[in-house]
T-cell receptor
Framework: EAEVAQSPRYKITEKSQAVAFWCDPI?????LYWYRQILGQGPELLVQ????????DSQLPKDRFSAERLKGVDSTLKIQPAELGDSAMYLC????????????FGSGTRLTVV | GENVEQHPSTLSVQEGDSAVIKCTYS??????FPWYKQELGKRPQLIID?????GEKKDQRIAVTLNKTAKHFSLHITETQPEDSAVYFC?????????????FGKGTLLTVNP
């Protein structure tokens, strides 16, 4: 079964430092999503890509978060500087371009900011 | 934007009993409603979904019902087993152009007691 790959699985960083997460979607999936899941809550969309273009980043804190998907395949989410409140699970998901199917999530990156 | 409310936040049942989780959504244009199961420390995994052109779907011990008029949908688990214990998330999808975005509920922690 095809999977969405994410790395690292765990990351501990000090506040004010920079941190980056990587995601490789399922082959052929043009749509890629980054979600943030705070402990005890549901996933919240941060940014959505269609190929290399951002189609929704309305919930992305742009003063410190950035995301790119330069070649329309894998993607990087960056936080600079990290704050204590950024501690969460960062989930990447992908789906087909035109089909409205459920997402396949990656295993996530558990970020702890100390 | 879409808003998804999920109830209850916690649910405890005895093994063999049924469990029901309910969600409501705000956007009448939503047309796809998946349910995800998330075990502790793991990714959310799609367990069942329903589209707006049907009212009910069943897969073994799991069923989902949809009432478009009332804008609510429910997950039903029969003959619950301890391994059903997890957090369950409902979601609603809305199409924007050629893109889809899922909005998640806050989750229900289901505990099945042996």
């Amino acid at each position: 079964e095809a999977e969405v790959a994410q790395s690292p699985r765990y990351k501990i960083t000090e506040k004010s430092q920079a941190v980056a997460f990587w995601c490789d979607p399922i082959s052929g999936h043009a749509t890629l999503y980054w979600y943030r899941q705070i402990l005890g809550q549901g996933p919240e969309l941060l940014v959505q890509f269609q190929d290399e273009s951002v189609v929704d980043d309305s919930q992305l804190p742009k003063d410190r978060f950035s995301a790119e998907r330069l070649k329309g395949v894998d993607s990087t989410l960056k936080i600079q500087p990290a704050e204590l409140g950024d501690s969460a699970m960062y989930l990447c998901a992908s789906s087909h371009l035109v089909a409205n199917y459920g997402y396949t999530f990656g295993s996530g990156t558990r970020l702890t900011v100390v | 934007g879409e808003n998804v409310e999920q109830h209850p936040s916690t649910l405890s049942v005895q093994e063999g009993d049924s469990a029901v989780i309910k969600c409501t959504y705000s956007d009448s244009a939503s047309n796809y409603f998946p349910w995800y199961k998330q075990e502790l420390g793991k990714r959310p995994q799609l367990i069942i979904d329903i589209r707006s052109n049907v009212g009910e779907k069943k897969d073994q011990r799991i069923a989902v019902t949809l009432n478009k008029t009332a804008k609510h949908f429910s997950l039903h688990i029969t003959e619950t087993q301890p391994e059903d214990s997890a957090v369950y998330f409902c979601a609603a999808s809305i199409r924007s152009g050629s893109n889809y975005k899922l909005t998640f509920g806050k989750g229900t922690l289901l505990t099945v007691n042996p």
